[in-house]
């Protein structure tokens, strides 16, 4: 774990602060969560993020949630923030999928409740915009909200990886930058259908001079 301690304790040398995009744990297990909340002590700047699929797993996500907030972690599922005149808002999102091969509330009750869930979560993002009175603004998600940076996953993936209906709310507010996850196989950069841009910051993507993280600057 020492190499996570490092890790967080140079990003914190060379940014104002780290978001993380969820799968903050592998299994959703509190202990797990207690060894980031242990490494995320050496981080000196503020940390926001959003959990991930992988943090619902073991089904207890507040559980997750109050051990890392402990460690000072900020999550913006439940309010927005500000640092230095940038409000940040976040969701972890759901799947759905894009465009007009978006999955709609028809047929049966499993797929009502799955389409309710996308909406839900682009719903609460669209209440977390709307209080940020920040001139600039960064969403922090864990689904994707465009297919441009799911390119490398497989396309029968798309539908669970991501839905427009977090772009369409998006593009409705001045947002300068969205960061997502989820997509381990996916492509860096994107943007929606306005040009805001979209950094997919899965691990196994993002590694910028050998890093895994990438500095971005709003």
């Known amino acids: 774990m020492q190499p996570y301690r490092d890790l967080f304790a140079e990003i914190s040398q060379c940014a104002d602060a780290l978001a993380l995009c969820g799968d903050l744990t592998n299994l959703g297990k509190t202990r797990e969560a207690k060894i980031l909340a242990q490494d995320l002590r ?6 926001f993020g959003v959990l991930g699929n992988h943090d619902h797993e073991s089904r207890q996500p507040q559980e997750v949630v109050h051990i890392l907030q402990d460690a000072g972690m900020h999550f913006l599922e439940s309010q927005t923030h500000e640092l230095q005149e940038v409000g940040f808002a976040g969701v972890k999102g759901f799947g759905g999928g894009f465009g007009t ?13 799955f389409v309710a869930e996308a909406v839900d979560e682009a719903m609460r993002l669209e209440n977390a915009l709307r209080m940020i009175r920040s001139e600039r603004r960064v969403v922090v998600l864990h689904y994707s909200p465009i297919t441009a940076t799911l390119a490398g996953e497989a396309p029968e993936l798309f539908p669970f ?25 996916g492509t860096y950069s994107g943007a929606t259908a306005r040009g805001i841009p979209v950094y997919n910051c899965a691990q196994h993507v993002v590694k910028e001079n050998g890093r895994p993280y990438a500095l971005i600057e709003i």
């Open 101 to 113: 091969r978006m999955l709609s509330a028809f047929s049966e009750g499993a797929i009502k409740r």
């Open 42 to 47: 050496s981080c000196t700047i503020p940390v």
């Open 161 to 185: 990886l991501g839905s427009s209906r977090l772009a369409k709310t998006i593009d409705r507010y001045e947002v300068n930058a969205v960061l997502h996850g989820h997509a381990h196989h």
